[in-house]
């Protein structure tokens, strides 16, 4: 395990129980929380994004923000869902944040999943060509994105411009070298994952994966990673690519941490269908004291495969207390795992 990094689905609710009653509480405890992770030593920084939610939702704001205020830490999504997206604006967006963080973006991006409302996407101007998915939408989106990425001039120039253009075609701008290889794909399947592999994508993924062959959630995601790599590798790719994995894991290491998980009765995967369709399972929470957990996590070949680890935190439960979570795994687990 090479990096280990928080992922925050960013919920609010106006409930007094709740640290983050609004979406300023939300914006501002993930830039804090980003922060203090930085200063404990973690690797990344991680933003789910859903639409028409009481959760995060337009990432570049804060992937900026927590890049202005952050010097080392990478900031990332898993995932923005790319039927909502222009991927020429997104490139733009996606280019300045990197810019402001000087090159630590790690843009996790995929179809998403089922949202808050009936095709979502239409309300922002999008809808599948004849014969067309929303799944194929988004793949169709992601290969525009990928390909602006690259900085190469595609735009024909005005001969009487506003101001003077370099020679040639013109790209977008700002452009941020080095982007296009730290882009992400969150796959739910297999064939996804070496769909990503071909178009020289990481991998992401997450606490849910299309149950393929009724087999523990970690012994599918590691099947989906080797299938991954082995079709990266098919490809003719010549870096190495990177692969996550996300889990819910805390540490018991006091009253509250107990109070809070110790009977989180999560304890195996669950099934479920996300769709009409789709079966899927849904993986275990981990919460145990941490001489436990290392055993209980040293048996997920999923993680063993991965080189990053994403922790899924509480973000309604505050600042303080998500960075006690990360301190405690970094501490008192991760090291055994074979971090650092």
Known sequence: MKKIGFLSFGHWTPSPQSQTRSASDTLLQSIELAVAA???????????????????????????AVGA????IEIGTAVIDMRYENPL????????????????????????????????????????????????????????FLEVLKGEGFARPNPRPMFPNPPGLLRLEPHSEGL????????????????????GMNLQSSTLKDDETGEPLHIQQAKQIR???????????????????????????????????????????????????????????????????????SKDEAIAEADTLLLTVPNQLGVDYNAHVIEAILTHVAPALGWR
């Open 38 to 64: 930085e200063e404990l030593g973690a690797d990344g920084a991680y933003f789910r994004v859903h639409h028409f939610a009481r959760q995060l939702a337009s990432p570049f704001p804060l992937l900026a």
């Open 69 to 72: 205020r952050t010097k080392r």
């Open 89 to 144: 604006y997104m490139a733009e967006d996606a280019g300045s944040a990197d810019l402001i963080s000087k090159g630590r973006l790690q843009l996790g991006i995929s179809r998403g999943s089922p949202e808050q409302v009936i095709e979502g996407w239409r309300h922002f101007g999008y809808a599948p060509s004849e014969g067309e998915s929303d799944a194929d939408m988004a793949r169709r989106h992601t290969e525009v």
């Open 180 to 199: 296009r290889e730290r882009i992400w794909w969150g796959a739910s399947s297999n064939a996804t994952a070496a769909w990503a592999a071909k178009l």
């Open 227 to 297: 299938a991954y790599r082995q079709a990266w590798k098919e490809a003719g790719h010549t870096r190495e690519p990177r692969v996550s994995v996300s889990r819910s894991i805390f540490a018991l290491v006091n009253d509250m941490d107990r109070a809070y998980f110790g009977q989180s009765g999560k304890d195996q995967d669950s099934i479920g269908f996300i769709d009409e369709k789709t079966r899927a399972v849904f993986g275990r929470s981990y919460a145990a004291e941490p001489d436990k957990l290392v055993e209980q996590l």
